[in-house]
């Protein structure tokens, strides 16, 4: 079973077990990560956040997903907004992501960490380190200009269209997947991940609320075997 509980073999045949284990080693260490590196940020790239609004709408998705599909809602969010109303982008550089291990249930402001991408590097300011999935998503407001909000948590959307490949949290090959199944203009995104969860992105908040107003979630089914590719 991998770390998202996926099984990758059940099985009572030690040969069996010993090349399915060889298979996930092989899988796990081919991904693709950017380390987060702390810096000093410059005051020109630093504000005062006023994110209560956005924290309200990780909230409503944690509780839509906790009570749709039971049990604890694990996930993250970012913007590149500094304001809410009117938003606009701090630059074009800085995303705001959600810190690590940080419960998406009762966000604050100060839950939240600037972050950039600098020659492929990703780079944090603060104490605090950002979600592990910040290359991603990092390199997703890169490639979807007019997207400036991002949710993900580990649920599925019902009806919504999935990924072909399956990759871990962190991992860039999972950026790839995604391109492939949106235009770099769109304005939401409404995606499942191949056994991994759900992403949702918006150029508003109001689009934003509206995607999660109208979105049910379910089971991702933890404990299941894959349907190896």
């Known amino acids: 079973i991998d770390a998202l509980g996926n ?3 059940k099985t009572s045949n ?3 077990l010993a090349l399915s284990i060889d298979k996930l080693y092989k899988w796990t260490k081919a991904s693709t990560r950017v380390r ?3 810096i000093i940020f410059d005051n020109t790239e630093l504000c005062n956040l006023e994110l209560s609004e956005l924290c309200n709408v990780v909230r ?3 509780d839509k997903v906790e009570n749709e599909r039971g049990g604890r809602y694990f ?3 970012s913007t590149r907004c500094s304001k809410m109303f009117p938003s606009y982008r701090i630059s074009d550089d800085i995303i705001l992501m959600s810190g690590r291990n940080t419960a998406k249930d009762r966000l604050t402001n100060e839950d939240f960490v600037f ?3 600098l020659n492929g590097d990703v780079l944090y300011h603060g104490d605090k380190k950002p979600s592990v999935d910040t290359p991603i998503q990092l390199n997703m407001y890169k490639e979807f200009k007019n997207i400036n909000f991002i949710i993900h948590g580990h649920a599925y959307i019902e009806s919504a269209e999935t990924t072909e490949h399956y990759f871990p949290c962190g991992d860039l090959r999972e950026l790839s ?3 492939d199944k949106l235009d770099s203009n769109t304005t939401r995104i ?4 191949k056994n991994h969860g759900f992403v949702i992105g918006a150029s508003t908040l109001d689009e934003l609320k509206e995607i999660i107003n109208i979105s049910n979630f379910k089971y991702r089914n933890i404990g299941q075997e894959l349907a190896h590719e």
């Open 115 to 117: 972050t950039k991408l």
């Open 190 to 193: 409404v995606l499942n991940l």
């Open 36 to 38: 987060s590196n702390n």
């Open 177 to 179: 997947v995604v391109k």
């Open 75 to 77: 996930g993250n969010v």
């Open 60 to 62: 409503t998705v944690a």
């Open 7 to 9: 099984v990758w073999c």
């Open 14 to 16: 030690i040969d069996e």
